[in-house]
């Protein structure tokens, strides 16, 4: 009706009568783009892939509400007891239940089920109830039974596989349980477990689809800043992205070794790799910040990735600053940079903006997969975390093998994360004697 000329929408609302004018906006069948309609045929579970926005809490919620709801409103619907599954419990009621493409915004007047919040349940006016549960408490499935459900994020679950077996049991009632499942794609084991299900069907969008309910500068300024990039693939594009073949990390590697907050650290220091020019087009300039404890045998030591403060398309000036505020921000001892390309053009820069800055040139005299490889050993022996906020490092990292980089561009953070590893934990394991240790 969108696409159609304006006399012919006009010409078909004249025509419609009140009642059908008031249920017109909760007739999804209508609205629903095509990846949020479920597909036909004896599924037993509906994966919906999806980029940011691209109207998959809308389409899980429409979903659960027409398995619940009857032709009236006193009318059984063909499920009467639901299974509402988030990351979190809180998750589950500010975005699936009381969220702008819940549930209860989802449901006309006459058929707007009761939250109770102290039960952890909605009631229909036809005797239909859904409980609310979270991923992270797979135990609480166990003696709840349901003939239909939905599973949102799956792929954030850190007790996915646990919760996704305890689901399968509770699915039990009536003719045909099903199970609607929402998620931004992420290569993790359940979820390509699930797609692999010959029971298992599939819908996919990416996040332009739902472009009309997005704003343009959203769309504009994430595709500026992630097209090309497999965050970009997986966030907005909604693509399930396999690792790549040899990779020296991997997504699943990287999501266990993450902490909530830094431990003790002997020395900190930002390994800057220098862009060779400026402009949008440039490469970027890899600024990372790590830090670590390093008392004790060197096979005790431990790292931490604090931070990424890599700089696009800079002026040389602009990127040395964004470097010594950096040094700043994390008391660091020390900045490291390759200097092949900037020779002592690097130093000079760093010390226009402070002279007294202490500083290490480090000339690469190996290839980036060769010089990345004992990096690599020490995230396999877990000697290595990472900070929140690393995304795009950790794009990096998944496409980097011994024989090279496999992504697009330059592997910018990934060649300064390399060099502050080599400083801080590498050559001093050859040595160094390092300071006494002290708090971030």
Known sequence: ?????????????????????????????????????????????????GGRGAGKTRAGAEWLRSQAEGATPMASGRAERLALIGETYDQVRDVMIQGDSGILACAPPDRRPAWKASERKLFWANGAMAQAFSASDPEALRGPQFDAAWADELAKWKKGVACWDMLQFALRLGPHPQVCVTTTPRNTPLLCRILALPSTVQTHAATEANRANLAPSFIAEMRARYAGSRLGRQELDGLLLEDV????????????????????MSRVVVAVDPAVSAGKSSDACGIIVVGAQTEGPPQSWRACVLADRTVQGAQPLAWARAAIKARDDFAADRLVAEVNQGGALVENLLRQVDPMVPFRALHAARGKGARAEPVAALYEQGRVSHMAGLSRLEDQMCQMTAQGYRGQGSPDRLDALVWALHELMIRPAAGVRMPRARML
């Open 245 to 264: 073949e040899g990779a020296l990390w991997t997504v699943n590697q990287l999501d266990r070794l993450r902490v909530d907050s830094a431990p003790q």
């Open 1 to 49: 009706m969108a696409c159609a000329p304006p006399d012919t929408r006009r010409s078909l609302l004249d025509n419609l009568s009140d009642d059908s004018l008031r249920a017109l906006p909760y007739l999804f069948e209508f609205w629903a783009l095509a990846h949020q309609l479920p597909p036909e045929g004896d599924w037993r579970a509906w994966v919906i892939l």
